[in-house]
T-cell receptor
Framework: ETGVTQTPRHLVMGMTNKKSLKCEQH?????MYWYKQSAKKPLELMFV???????ENNSVPSRFSPECPNSSHLFLHLHTLQPEDSALYLC????????????FGQGTRLTVV | QKEVEQNSGPLSVPEGAIASLNCTYS??????FFWYRQYSGKSPELIMF????GDKEDGRFTAQLNKASQYVSLLIRDSQPSDSATYLC??????????FGKGTKLSVIP
């Protein structure tokens, strides 16, 4: 069983659509993350939730809206996206504390048309 | 601005050779350092982490940390074609801060 599971694996959406990405972790961690990975750019941290509270929001446009209903689930709600938002969106989890490594899900490959 | 710098490569090494991957970081507050391997189309997979100055060995992998120089490296001994991937260096400061470099693409030639 994969520790961090993301659905869907692939998503194509129009600029006027609304969709959601889902992440679930089975590792008992208390922190969850959304990262964006674009071609030839570093992994960009978008949001961090610790104990279901958002602790980090790295100047992400409001067309991305995260939700963390409990410590095992994380969502990223998408609306009115732009073509430049096309990327691999990775969810990760960790046990919050200094120096704890993050475990990643398989990612959602998003294409905005 | 916290930054992690890596040579994007590609780094090509023959099978059986030692591959040396390097990384520098800008935040002196960074306390933990990670190496992730990412195959094309897949998610990053943690292969090594290091917190203290010096070397840390795990099988064919050795991570080296020099905090004074703000430098981290990963050595892969006896490189195999299956090691061909992009290697991401990450630096952590505090409970949640994990900043990544762009990654170095490694190609092991049979």
């Amino acid at each position: 069983e994969t520790g961090v599971t993301q659905t869907p694996r692939h998503l194509v959406m129009g600029m006027t659509n609304k969709k959601s990405l889902k992440c679930e972790q089975h590792l008992g961690h208390n922190a969850m993350y959304w990262y964006k990975q674009s071609a030839k750019k570093p992994l960009e941290l978008m949001f961090v939730y610790s104990l279901e509270e958002r602790v980090e929001n790295n100047s992400v446009p409001s067309r991305f809206s995260p939700e963390c209903p409990n410590s095992s689930h994380l969502f990223l709600h998408l609306h009115t996206l732009q073509p430049e938002d096309s990327a691999l969106y990775l969810c990760a989890s960790s046990q919050a504390g200094a120096g704890t490594e993050a475990f990643f899900g398989q990612g959602t490959r998003l294409t905005v048309v | 601005q916290k930054e992690v710098e890596q040579n994007s490569g590609p780094l090509s090494v023959p099978e059986g050779a030692i591959a040396s991957l390097n990384c520098t970081y800008s935040d002196r507050g960074s306390q933990s350092f990670f190496w992730y391997r990412q195959y094309s189309g897949k998610s990053p997979e943690l292969i090594m982490f290091i917190y203290s100055n010096g070397d840390k060995e795990d099988g064919r992998f050795t991570a080296q940390l020099n905090k004074a120089s703000q430098y981290v490296s990963l050595l892969i001994r006896d490189s195999q074609p299956s090691d061909s991937a992009t290697y991401l260096c990450g630096a952590g400061a505090g409970s949640y801060q994990l900043t990544f470099g762009k990654g170095t693409k490694l190609s092991v030639i049979p």
